[in-house]
Structure formats: structure tokens, C-alpha cells
């Protein structure tokens, strides 16, 4: 019986292995090809080669206030067909050794690229990639960019059929007349133009190279606003195109070596983007792009984008940098008014949406956005960061009295900074030591040796956290030392004016948004939710306001005070290169900025004896611009108050060592009443143009100087060892009198 089983379990083997034959198994195999094969054919058959598609008759952008007013149209195809005769022929060659360096020898399409993208398609891999220079040209002139299989389908039907009726020439032509390149430019001789200024048949191997290499991500390897990453990547890239040029003959190896990495020029604004409507153009075009609509379909027209931005406080806010400082400077028969740059965001603290922006004189005078670049130090509008860190942490001082607006540091210029790693001592504007003074009396007067100690008191790395937490910007000058609390980083207006929105929501992050809505023929982009999770508590944000509502009323922020109750920072970097004041009231955050930059925008330089004699400093003319547009955009003023829970003001001072140290007078803190600042301006009263201290706290004396002479640094030259001022913050008010008057 056992025999009769193991025979019953070989026999039943058996079958399964005849089942399972190596014929049968190859015959399956070939029958399935077959099948795919014909389906192929049947495809091949049936899908045709269409028209061009709509990118040949592109629509424009349209862009509306929030109430719906249009101010802008943008998008017409920036692109002028070339004949391949007018491209030199290593440009050509460049194109190929990119993307496709078997193109004049393959049938047009690459089966195992293809077959990779539609698997990269159907498990959500991300770009399909794989394509010849054939199938990017059926892609762009025929088809269009959606990531779907029944597109990749279709390229590949079309791109054999296109190989068979179009020499290579033609398609090559028609690849680099049809790609987007970037800066709003289709096709080489946009591109040309765009990047180098110059026709596509002027172009030599080394930009052409540089061109093939940007079509793979235009907006992260256009060298001019890449972040390093960017311009390592497209360096690379560079790299790799003429490596492949020499490698298939196509370059010699003595040219090779000749070449240099070609920078680019500065983009220009396109048409249709004139005047400071431009920066809103570009703003709204960058957080659409932020929020996942590729540039090439943005750039391809169709859109519909309404923008949170108030037309009457866009008004107010050109027209306030227009009379206080655009009519004092003549900017072509003065070298030094040439100089002057102004940037400002205003942001609604409750909704976080932009309602006003000012970039520039104009976008095609000058296409960086100031509102919106990161290359200036935000120098003491930092301040209010370190001070909201250490009141969120709960910080102490050195002898462990906890950080509050009545502890009492000392004031002392050059003072070393104890307990850092980091050997500091900044100096005092004009090297003013103030002894024994309270926290509110510091910020008041932005006196750096106070929060130079209170940040190391802090920590920095915390200070640093609290500053991503609130909405700043990481970068290569974003160290972790003492120097960091004279705003020694980058920022933007628009960043600040989010950190301070934060402070006047009460510490829920709020981040700044100028889109209201987007919609497409066949897309819809919501908008984004401005207001965020708390990274600040109520009570530490609530008292910083209480601070800086102090630094308006009664120290250097004076010039910003008006028809309102105000809170606010001066600041003024190192060499006086940047001139701060930030700045809001219950109803609006404003970050307005001045920048010393060359006519050319090639480097920074400084404001001294540009718009005023001497230092261009935050509580001058930035303050003026924030009280014109502030008093212009709420209607002449407003009756809205503060609603603070900030904590009590309790003057601690230091344990005496021998000798007593004297208190501050009671003037020195803000009102316990947090509704209200120190000393609230009359509802009538026009604030004078020079601030005074509180009754009971006398100016101390100044040091006189003559406007330009170096003043001194900080001991270890960590504001950048510049001469001709102390690093970081060196914040006075502008008298009267100081502003050149008006030129004819």
C-alpha cells in the first residue's frame, strides 16, 4: 500500500511537471508577446498625429485686486521660431549631448525609458523621465504635460510615427524651439535673449551647453536665484554635457578645457510686468509655484489669479514711498541716490493675508523684489525674536533672575558678553554706555550689549529655534553666537512682517500669503491657510508688543507713532547698508526696509549720506514710510486697541557686589495697564519728528561724530568686521531737518 502512494504522489509530480513544460512555458511567453504586439499595432493604427496643441495659440495670466479689478494680463508666448542654420552647430550638438546622446541614430523613442516612466506613473514614483529628444518634442508640440499613461502611451505611437516623417533636423528644430527655458522664455532664441542677451546665433558652446543643461529644472538652475544646491546641480550638469560632447567627438579635449561656466545676466522683467505691479506678478507666480503648479504650466498661460491685495493700501503704500523718499532722491544726476533701494510687505495679522506690497521702483528698472529678497541683515528688528525666546523658555539671567521687561541688565558699551562660548562685546551706537538699565528701557533704545548678554542668557540654538519657529529663513550666516542678536542673518520684509504678524496674533504662526485664488480651465488652486499652530505662548508674545509698544511712544521707533496704538523695532545693519523699522497695530503688520545697493545690483553698499546726512538709520525715513502708509491705509487712524495678557513689569536687579546699584526710575517700563502703551499720543496730535525719553530718564550724553567716521566694532568682529559702524543695530532717530529737501 505505501508503494501504491509513493507511486500515486510521482505520477501526480509528473503531471504538474508536463503541465509546467519548458515548451508550454515559452509558448505562453511568445503568445503574450504577440498579443502585446498586436495591441500595439492596433494602437499604432489608431491614435493619429494631431494638430499642434494649444501652446501654439497661448492665453495670457490675469491678475486682480482682492475686489476683483484687474491690474495685470502676462503670458503671451515669449518665443521666436529659429531655423536650426541660425544655431551654431556645438549649440546643437550641446542639445543632444544632454538629453539624448543617440538621437541621430535611434528610431525616436527609447522602449525601456518608456516602459520605466509608466511604471513610475502607476506606483506614484514621482517624473516619468526616459524620453528621447523625439518624444520631448511630440510632448511639447503635440500632446501636453500631464504625468498619465495614456499620455506616454500616446508620445510613444506618435514619436515613431514623427521619426518617420521628419528628418532629424526638424525635429531637433522643433525640440529646441518648443522647450521652456525659464524666466518666461520658450524656445533658443528666447532663451538667448533671456539669459545672455544676445541672438541664439551668437551663442558659443559654453551657454549653449549651460541652456541644455537649465531645461531640466528651470527655476532651481537659473544660476542668478538658485540657493547653493541649485547652482551645484546645474554646475554639474554643465559639466556633464560637455563631457558627453567630447566623449562622442563632438568637442575636442583642448576645447574642453577652455571652457569656463558661462553666469548668466540678471533676468528682466517680461512684458506685461512693468512698474510695481510686476512684484505682485512675480509674488503670486512664486507662492502658486510653492504650492505645486509647475513653472512651464504657470508660464503657459490659462490662469485666472485673484491676489489678497488691498488696491486702496496698495495705493497708500507706493504713494508713501513716493513722498517720503522717491521725491527727495534724483536717482539719475545723484550717484549716491542711486543707491537707495525700499522694500515693504503689510500684512493683515488676523487672516495673514498680504494686502500690500512694495518691490521696487519698478519691475523692469529693477527686477529683484525688495520685498521679498534675503541678502540684507534684518540688524535690530531681530531683537524682539531673542526677547520673545527667552520669555517663551522661561530664560534667567547669569545670576538667576528670570528674564522679564523690568529685569535689569547692564548697559555698559563693550561690555563682554559672560557665560558664551563665544568671545562678544558690541558697542552702542556712538560706544553710549547706559549702566543699569531695565529690559524695556533696552529695547527701547536698542542697546546692543543688553541683548547681547540676553541671548547668550537664552542660548542661541534656542533663540535660533524660536526664530524658524516664527517663520525666518535657515542659511550659511544664521550662526548660533552673540553676534546672532544683531540681526546678523538674511531676512526679507515679507519675512519679518510674518514674525511680527505672529506677535500680534498672540503667537499662532501666521504666514504671510498673497494669493486669494487661482482657478484654470481645468484647475482650481485653494488658497492657503495663513494662520498656523502656536509656537509662541500667549503670554510671551503679548509681552513682547507690550515692549515694542514702548519703543514707539517713548524711544527709537518715535517717527512711526501716530493716529493708533503702535508697536514696533528700528533697525540698522552693519554699514549702515539696511535701515529697518517693522512694525503694526491691531490691524496691520508692516516691515518697511531701505537697502544700499549699486545701480548695477552687483553689491551691497552703504546708505550713509544717501537720503539724509549721515546714517540713513530705521527710526528716519522707514519709520516715516510705515506712519504715511499705516495712517493712509486705516483711514487717517483707528481707535483698535491691543488685547494683551502680557506679564506684569517687576524691576529685578542684580545682587549688589560691594556697590549698590542704583534703580531705574519707574519711567523706564511701559504702563501695567497692557492696553495701552507708556505714553499714548493725543488722538489729534501730530507726532514731532524727534522722539524724546521719558520724564525722569534723562538722553545720556552722545558722543558727537562726523557722519561716515568709523565709530568702531565689536571686539571680535562678528558683524562682519566693517569699520565704519558698530555691528549690528545702530538705531537714532532722524532729527529735523536732516532730510534733503525736495530736487526739482
Known sequence: MGQ?????????????????????????????????????????????????????????????????????????????????????????????AAENKTFFEDSGVDIKGTARGVFNTLTGKGKQGGSTITQQYVKNYYLTQDPTVSRKLQELVISLKVDQRLDKNAILAGYMNTSYYGRGAYGIQAAAQAYYGVDASELNVAQGAYLAAVLQAPSQYDWTSANATGRKLVTDRWNYVLDNMVEEGWLSTSERTKQSFPEPRKPKAAPGAEG????????????????????????????????????????????????????????????????????????DPKTGQVVALYGGIGATEHWLSNATRRDYQPASTFKPVVLASALDNGATTQDGRKIGLGTVYDGTSKRPVEGGDTPFAPENLNNQSYGPVTVQKATNSSINSVYAQMIVDVGPKKVKKTALDLGMKDGDAFMEQPAMSLGTMGASPWDMAGVYATFAHHGEKVTPTIVKSAEHKDRKVEPVDAIGERVLSREAADTVTKALTGVVSSGSGANAAGNYQAAGKTGTSENNRSAWFVGYTPELVTAVALFGEKPDGTGQVTLTDTINPGRANGGGVPAKIWRAYTTGALGGGSDARFDLEAADTVVSEPQPTGTPTPSPTPSDEPSDDASEPAEEPSATATPTEEPTEPAGDPTPTRTPTTPGVPTGEPTDGASGGDTGDPGGDVDEPAKPGDLKPPKP
Open 4 to 96: 501504491a502512494k509513493a507511486r500515486g504522489t510521482k505520477s501526480e509530480g509528473g503531471g504538474i511537471r508536463r503541465f509546467f513544460t519548458w515548451k508550454k512555458l515559452l509558448g505562453t511567453f511568445f503568445g503574450l508577446c504577440l498579443l502585446v504586439m498586436g495591441a500595439f499595432y492596433v494602437l499604432y493604427l489608431l491614435v493619429p498625429v494631431p494638430d499642434a496643441n494649444a501652446m501654439a495659440t497661448k492665453q495670457s495670466n490675469v491678475y486682480k485686486f482682492s475686489n476683483g479689478k484687474i491690474f495685470a494680463r502676462t503670458g503671451e508666448v515669449n518665443r521666436e521660431i529659429v531655423g536650426l542654420d541660425k544655431i551654431p552647430k556645438d549649440v546643437q550638438y550641446a542639445f543632444v
Open 276 to 347: 510695481t505691479n510686476g512684484y505682485l506678478v512675480e509674488a503670486a507666480n512664486q507662492e502658486l509655484m510653492r504650492q505645486g503648479i509647475p513653472e512651464a504650466q504657470l508660464k503657459a498661460g490659462g490662469w485666472s489669479i485673484t491676489l489678497n491685495i488691498d488696491e486702496k493700501r496698495q495705493k497708500e503704500l507706493v504713494a508713501a514711498v513716493d513722498h517720503q523718499l522717491e521725491e527727495k532722491l534724483d536717482r539719475k544726476a545723484d550717484k549716491a541716490d542711486a543707491t537707495v533701494q525700499a522694500g515693504a510687505t503689510s500684512v
